[in-house]
């Protein structure tokens, strides 16, 4: 029975996080469905850039030695405790695709190959139907380094493909399309018993739900900060390496930043230890500034607060657009609860992208993916149930009426 809204307010009411909203900066008349893709704004993050411009102004080159140059660990740091990391194990730097290649780099560096052998590991794993850049850095890393990729397709099992020639493996914790939730532990353990590694990809799980690295028993992750982790367009990524996984090889991309002694321009390489091997270049302070208003403000966050009201938000979607869905030939393939991230997404073929465009067109933000489907990303710090339930209204009301026709929804943006 959908509920109504004196009711989904008397939820707003009794709400743990309610008090979070007040914090982010929505435009007026939005619902933000889309923070699975960018987060929105935390306000404190414009006191932050303003703050880190003024500084540059003052400080100019100075401003290195005042909390520029250690922000990746600094930053990762403050980002450990929502994935259950230790200090010390997570850096904040770059992009997944760059991070991933890194990885790659350093675990098969790590795994060694004897002059004049054949290496034992020669194949790289990634998963059909994974976010394409996973696919893409796995592909473009055995072309230049001579390994062989292959590709687990979507829906078939890891067993069948995880044979004692496989190096390592990059999978996503969170399927980005179809929100899919998978058991890292057991999957960690598997793959270790095999005697490869795998790289996580938490693009679609940090911040959306509790992590918990060290249980899991991962030794290597990526994930990035612009989505639920409210970092701003474009903010750096993060790696982790568990601690005992640290010091052991080169990574790849052997920038001066990496190196033990970057000023002290040697000519050689020499790997920094700990997690700052894994820097590369110059990163952005700008950047971090921002970022670093968000994690502070993530750390008030109760991750189990946030994933009970996130799978309720979700549950109260759905539940009120139950009854329509199926007339207008629209299937919901989000997995049930214990399966799923924080998204909720709709199959559409033929007018998916229309319906999302019209929607925005009411102030409701989602998104849309080829091959038909509408995602819609639940972020539990700024939404509330009110919301959740009102864009179900938009939606009912825009398949009803037939909105999605007209012709200003087929035109395609060059992002979607
Ligand atoms: C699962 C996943 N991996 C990687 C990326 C992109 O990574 P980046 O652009 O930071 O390299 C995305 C972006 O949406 C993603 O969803």
Known sequence: MPLTLDEVREQDRQDPLAPFRSRFALPQGTIYLDGNSLGAQPSAAVGAVDGLMAQWRDSLIQGWNQGWFDAPERLGDRLAPLLGAAPGEVLVTDTITHNIFKLLGYIVEGQGITEGQERARPVILSEGGNFPTDGYIAQGFCRFGGFEHRVVPEGEALDTYLDARVAAVVLSQVHYRTGRLRDMAAITRQVHASGAEVIWDLAHSAGALPVDLTACGVRYAVGCSY??????????????????????????????????APFAFEADYDPAPGISRFRTGTHSPLAFAALEASLTLWQEVDLGQLRRKSQRLIELFRESLSDC????????????????????????????????????????????????????????????????????????????????????????????
């Open 227 to 260: 989505k639920y982790l409210n970092g701003g367009p474009g903010a750096p990524a993060f790696l982790y390496v568990r601690h005992d996984c640290q010091g052991q090889a080169w990574q790849p991309l052997s920038g001066w930043l990496g190196h033990a």
């Open 325 to 416: 869905l199926g007339e207008h030939g629209i299937s919901d393939i989000t997995p049930e609860e214990a399966q799923r991230g924080s998204q909720v997404g709709l199959v559409e073929r033929e007018h998916g992208y229309a319906i999302v465009q019209a929607l925005i067109a009411r102030g409701v933000i989602g998104d849309y993916r080829e091959p038909g489907l509408m995602r819609f990303g639940f972020a539990p710090l700024y939404l509330s149930h009110e919301d959740v339930w009102r864009a179900a209204q938009h939606l009912r009301e825009v398949l009803a009426e037939g909105e999605y026709l007209a012709l200003r929804f087929q035109q395609r943006g060059a992002v979607t």
